[in-house]
């Protein structure tokens, strides 16, 4: 979002805005029901579909911020992969399962299967497709739990 935008957009409205935030304010200070929290979120929403601002357009920048954090996640734990790849421990669960613990991450899977649930950090990032990193971390950590 552009600034001079918002600018501009203050500069013709501050009549309305500053309405606005005084009638926000009398019914903040002067109701104290569910009412007035109800009123409160209709005269926000209200000026921000005055000011242009739609539903869609704050759908989209939600969109964009997910994929790009989640993006960052399997980067970042991509690359400690590679990095913890000596320290993980192969566990075969004896059902077909087995689990992957190395220090920030966890990978749970089940034999023959193309997908792992990846945890890093202690918190869930889904279900991965198995990649060529993902193979090599499989198999050093294998190696490791075999040597040892």
Same mark, same amino acid.
């Given at each position: 979002?552009?600034?001079?935008?918002?600018?501009?957009?203050? +500069?013709?409205?501050?009549?309305? #805005?500053?309405?606005?935030? *005084? #009638?926000?304010?009398? !019914?903040?200070?002067?109701? =104290?029901? !569910?009412?007035?929290?109800?009123?409160?979120?209709?005269? #926000?929403? &209200?000026?921000? !579909?005055?000011?242009? *601002?739609?539903?869609? +357009?704050? &759908? /989209?920048?939600?969109?964009?911020? $997910?994929? %790009?954090?989640?993006?960052?996640?399997?980067?970042?734990?991509?690359?400690?992969?590679?990095? %913890?790849?000596? /320290?993980?421990?192969?566990?075969?669960?004896?059902?077909?399962?087995?689990?992957? $613990?190395?220090?920030?991450?966890?990978? +749970?899977?089940?034999?023959?299967?193309? +997908?792992? %649930?990846?945890?890093? =950090? &202690?918190?869930?990032?889904?279900?991965?497709?198995?990649?060529?990193?993902? =193979?090599?971390?499989?198999?050093?950590?294998?190696?490791?739990?075999?040597?040892?």
């Amino acid at each position: 979002m552009d600034t001079q935008v918002w600018i501009e957009f203050l +500069k013709q409205n501050w009549l309305v #805005i500053a309405i606005a935030l *005084i #009638i926000l304010f009398i !019914v903040l200070n002067v109701l =104290r029901t !569910v009412i007035k929290w109800v009123l409160a979120v209709l005269i #926000i929403g &209200g000026l921000l !579909v005055y000011s242009g *601002i739609s539903l869609d +357009k704050i &759908g /989209e920048v939600v969109s964009t911020v $997910k994929e %790009e954090t989640v993006d960052t996640i399997k980067a970042e734990a991509m690359n400690m992969m590679m990095k %913890e790849a000596k /320290e993980a421990k192969y566990t075969s669960n004896g059902d077909g399962t087995y689990s992957i $613990k190395a220090p920030n991450l966890e990978l +749970k899977g089940s034999a023959g299967s193309e +997908k792992v %649930e990846v945890t890093f =950090r &202690g918190v869930s990032v889904g279900k991965w497709d198995i990649n060529d990193t993902i =193979r090599s971390f499989i198999n050093d950590a294998k190696s490791n739990t075999a040597t040892k």
